[in-house]
């Protein structure tokens, strides 16, 4: 796997939360706290990017990630692109690897990039120079680790500690890249029981999810949770047969306020959106008291500067 720190145990890229170091977790977590302020306030503004050119290269779809990635940017000061990929040489037949070198050559320094395939963050880390930091916006079902960081935040938010807590994750584990980085950071953080609920045929594969219990009930998984965490069904990577019929989904697995009294009463509930109300959770649920929802969006802006200050910190005076 690409090496993501630098010699001297700085952030140079970030990829995945796999195997990253708890201090550094920690640290980015109280960093990115340091950026949050209520609503209504003007947001932090800091000049820690000034000169620097930040490059969001987005493959698929996104709306809250593309947008706090370009805010996050901003508010430290740095300049910002968004490439179109309708409107890029990618869908002529460039290669990701050439429109990076191009980027690197126009000075940018730090390229966001989502994907829908697998290997291609890691590739373009491997290959561009040393002062260019990649950082991954989403990586098909594999990674999405700003996603697991501001997760983390949030649940650190409103239950202070993360060792002595039961998180679920529910819905579609199998292709979901948020579920794999939230069981990455809360496994790094020591949450002593982790759980996944899903159908038998939305489970990962049996060697994935280590230390994690499997339900296929959703009372069974929501039992005296403190956190139940939602997950979208990922269509767009399920074959049309697979796909579950909704009215049945949200029969069995559809997030209720009934089903919910199974957690414990303080339990919140999270969900990375896009939401399918109706259908993995209920709209009275999404936007009720126990909802943590947006907490989540405004938590993304805070991560990700804080992950933006970061790797350009661990560059040095360069
Ligand atoms: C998620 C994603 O793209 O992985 N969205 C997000 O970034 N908040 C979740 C999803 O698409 O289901």
Redesign the pocket.
Known sequence: MTQQLRADGGLRHLITLDGLPRPLIERLLDHAQRYVRPLGEKPPASQALAGRTVANLFTEP?T??RVSFELAAKRLGADVVNLEVQLSSRVKGESMLDTVYTLQSVHVDVMVIRDAETGVHGTVAAHVAPHVSILSA?ESHVA?PT?GLLDALTVRQHKGRFDNLAIAIVGDIRH???ARSAYHVFSALGVPDLRIVAPRALMPEPEEFGGCTRHTTLDGGLKDADVVMM??I?KERMAQADLPDADGYFANYGLTAQRLAAARPDAIVMH???MNRGIEIASDVADGPRSAIRDQVRNGVAVRMAVLAEVIASRGAS
Do not use: D, E, F, K
Request: aromatic share 0%; no cysteine.
């Open positions: 996104s809250r990630t989403g999405h996603q979901s890249r948020v997950l979208r990922q990375p959106q896009p």
